[in-house]
C-alpha cells in the first residue's frame, strides 16, 4: 500500500477487512438455523448491524470486533429476511390438489416430454371457484397429452402431438398446484432444492380434459427475450436438420436445451 494513498481511502480498505468476514461469517449462521425466526427479527438485525457499520470510531481490536459484528448482524438479517419472504409466499396447504384457474406468462425454454411439456410459469393472477387466492409467484407446469396406448412411439413424434407453448407468452388454464418435493435418495439428485434455487414454490399440470376449461393463449410478451430466442434457434434447428437425433443434439449444444436429446 502507497505511502501516498488518501486517509479516507485507507480507512474504508480496513474496514471493508473487517466487515466482510463477518457479513459470511453471519450467512453461515443463518443457513443453519433449523427454523426460521419472524421477518421483524431479522429486520432489527439488520437495522442494528447497518447503524453499527459506519459508526465504529473506535481503533484497534476494538473497531475491528465492532465491524466482524456488524457485518455478521448484516448477514444473518439479509440472508434471514430473504428466506422468511421466500417461506412466507409458499403454496397455502388448503390450495393443494384443487382447481384453480390462472393468468401467467411462460418464463423459461419448455421442455419437450413424451406426453407434453413441462415450463416455468410467472402467475400473475389465480381464482379458486371465482375468487382471488394467493399462489407463488413462480410455478412449474407439466401440459400433458397423449397417454395410453397412442403415447407410444419416439419422443420427436410424440412432443409434436401434444401442445405447444412459447417463452414469453400469456396463457389463462386451469391447473392443479401442489407444493414441491423430491425423492430422498442420498448422494442423489435433489429436485426440491434444485426448484428452490430456482424460486420455484410449486409444481403442477394444466387440466385439459373434455371437462375443463379450455386454456386460452392470451398473446406474446417481451417479457423474456433470451428464452423465447433460444425456443426460436431450437426450432429453427429442428426445421432445418433432417436426423431428429441430430437436430436434439445440436439444440443441446447451441441453446442448452437438453430436453431436445433423444434417445
Not at 120 to 146: F, H, K, N
Not at 153 to 163: D, H, I, K, N
Not at 243 to 261: C, E, H, T
Request: hydrophobic fraction near 45%.
Amino acid at each position: 500500500m502507497g505511502s501516498g494513498e488518501a486517509p479516507g481511502l485507507l480507512t474504508m480498505r480496513q474496514s471493508g477487512l473487517g466487515y466482510l468476514p463477518g457479513w459470511v461469517l453471519g450467512v453461515a449462521l443463518q443457513l443453519q438455523q433449523p427454523a426460521l425466526w419472524p421477518w421483524w427479527a431479522y429486520a432489527l438485525l439488520l437495522c442494528a448491524g447497518l447503524v453499527l457499520a459506519p459508526g465504529a470510531r473506535l481503533t484497534g481490536r476494538a473497531r475491528a470486533a465492532v465491524l466482524v459484528l456488524a457485518g455478521c448482524l448484516v448477514g444473518v438479517g439479509l440472508t434471514g429476511a430473504r428466506a422468511a419472504h421466500f417461506a412466507a409466499q409458499a403454496l397455502d396447504p388448503a390450495l393443494q390438489g384443487t382447481d384453480i384457474e390462472l393468468i401467467g406468462r411462460v418464463a423459461s425454454l419448455p421442455q419437450r416430454m413424451a406426453q407434453g411439456e413441462r415450463f416455468d410459469v410467472v402467475v400473475e393472477s389465480a381464482t379458486r371457484a371465482g375468487e382471488p387466492v394467493s399462489v407463488p409467484e413462480r410455478i412449474q407446469l407439466g401440459w400433458y397429452s397423449g397417454f395410453g396406448p397412442a403415447a407410444e412411439g419416439p419422443l420427436w413424434e410424440l412432443a409434436s402431438r401434444g401442445p405447444s407453448v412459447r417463452a414469453g407468452d400469456r396463457w389463462r388454464f386451469t391447473v392443479r398446484l401442489r407444493s414441491p418435493h423430491g425423492l430422498s435418495n442420498p448422494h442423489g439428485f435433489d429436485r426440491e432444492h434444485w426448484l428452490w434455487e430456482r424460486g420455484i414454490q410449486a409444481t403442477g399440470h394444466v387440466k385439459n380434459g373434455p371437462r375443463d376449461p379450455a386454456p386460452e393463449r392470451l398473446g406474446a410478451t417481451w417479457r423474456h427475450p433470451l428464452h423465447t430466442w433460444r425456443q426460436s434457434v431450437s426450432e429453427r434447428i429442428d426445421e432445418r436438420v433432417d436426423d431428429p437425433r441430430a437436430a436434439g443434439v445440436l439444440a443441446a449444444l447451441v441453446v442448452g436445451d437438453q430436453s431436445a436429446i433423444v434417445g
